[in-house]
């Protein structure tokens, strides 16, 4: 049980901060510009990208585990992985729409930004190149999802610095917004004594 | 949205007002973590151009009935199909090595915002030749953007240009990395929309100088 668990952390906290998502592979930067605008915007995106990278990654292990010896797996792992990506998303949208289908109303526009997006699919291909015990996938996955709403949450924290009549006219918002990214991928690069 | 009213579309549009690395970010990813010299962005524009035109001239046959999330995420594994042969093709001429160290962001284009979103919310809208117009567009400016970055960080971190040496009094190989590569694109971006605001200003000013002459 120790043991399971210590894997699990110890996933999860590579997944958040080690192998951020955000910061470190530069995944899914669309959807956290996006998402930083607003904190609804923000709590909603996040939540699904935590919840689909979870299940996902739990199901993705199964494929690695059960398929991966197949000589063609690397070149379907793609189709196969947006294969459960698409499953999760639209069984949990069923779920949703029959037990509280005001909740799906209101975050219609962006679910489907939070579930098919780079951050979401890179993760579950980082793992399974990690490769591991179905606990170290499962919190890998949740890690990840962490990870971006850590990502996301700094973004939205300076959001009204980046684009201050400070900053110059050419630079303020997206320009200045992926060299701020870029300063904190290098104190953390420098902190985890990466090269 | 440039388009007139008889529908037609402006190819410069996606090129440069709506830039997708330079201007709106919205597909910055690849560039930031792949396309760190010119071999390794040729191999992601190639792959992105091919896969997005393909995949958004086969979600076009579809049909509207399908329900939205349905739709959205046959988007999805169509492009994961059509990745198959585009990976197998890029095999055959950049070599399995140079395709293998970009595999990660290669894999992560069939969920490019072209395709997920921007599908419904623009190229559907239009007929088929305006739509592939305005999607050329698009892609244009994504793989423009793609071989500058990656021709850029080739020179300042090698020294070197594919295999041509570039001799050059410093060295940065901090380019290579993820957090050059958001540098980079954040400095190129700046400069982007000072170069094209200015030019937008200049041509306005010429042309209500002209309209006062007449």
């Known amino acids: 049980m120790e043991t399971i668990f210590s894997r699990f952390l110890a996933a999860a906290l590579l997944g958040i901060f080690i192998e951020n998502a955000a910061f470190e592979r530069a995944l899914g930067v669309n959807v956290l510009l996006y998402a930083a605008r607003k904190r609804e915007n923000l709590i909603g995106i996040f939540t699904g990208v935590v919840y689909v990278t979870t299940i996902s990654s739990a199901l993705t292990c199964l494929t690695d585990r059960y398929f991966s010896a197949w000589e063609y797996y690397n070149i379907l792992i793609p189709f196969i992985y947006i294969f459960i990506v698409s499953a999760v998303y639209i069984l949990t949208q069923m779920l949703v729409w029959m037990f509280f289908p005001n909740i799906l109303k209101r975050v219609k526009k962006y679910v489907h930004l939070s579930v098919f997006n780079c951050a979401v699919l890179g993760a579950l291909f980082i793992q399974s190149r990690i490769g591991g015990t179905f606990a170290s996938y499962i919190g890998y996955g949740l890690g990840t999802g962490l990870g971006f709403l850590l990502a996301g949450y700094l973004l939205y924290a300076a959001e009204d610095r980046l684009n201050s009549e400070n900053v110059p006219e050419s630079f303020r918002g997206m320009p200045i917004t992926m060299i701020y990214i870029g300063v904190i991928s290098l104190a953390l690069s420098a902190f985890w004594g990466k090269h | ?214």
């Open chain 2, 1 to 214: 949205m440039e388009q007139n009213k008889s529908g037609r579309v402006k190819l410069l549009d996606g090129i440069l007002n709506q830039n997708m690395v330079l201007m709106s970010g919205l597909f910055a990813g690849p560039v930031i973590g792949a396309a760190t010299n010119l071999e390794n962005s040729l191999v992601i524009a190639l792959a992105f151009t091919l896969i997005t035109m393909a995949t958004a001239g086969l979600c076009r046959l579809l049909p509207k009935k399908i329900v939205f999330s349905v739709r959205i995420a046959l988007y999805a594994l169509i492009a994961s199909v059509i990745y198959i042969p585009v990976i197998m093709l890029e095999n055959l001429i950049f070599g399995a090595d140079t395709v293998r160290s970009v595999s990660l962001y290669l894999a992560i284009l069939v969920t490019n915002p072209l395709i997920m979103s921007k599908t419904e919310s623009r190229f559907f809208l239009r007929s088929v030749p305006m739509m592939f117009k305005d999607i050329t567009g698009f892609v244009i400016g994504f793989d423009l953007s793609c071989i500058i970055v990656g021709a850029l960080r080739d020179i300042i971190s090698d020294n070197m240009l594919w295999n041509t040496i570039i001799p050059l009094p410093f060295q940065m190989s901090a380019m290579e990395s993820v957090y050059g590569g958001f540098i980079l694109v954040g400095v190129l971006a700046g400069l982007f929309r000072f170069v094209y605001r200015r030019a937008l200003r200049r041509r306005s000013r010429s042309a209500s100088e002209n309209n006062d002459q007449k």
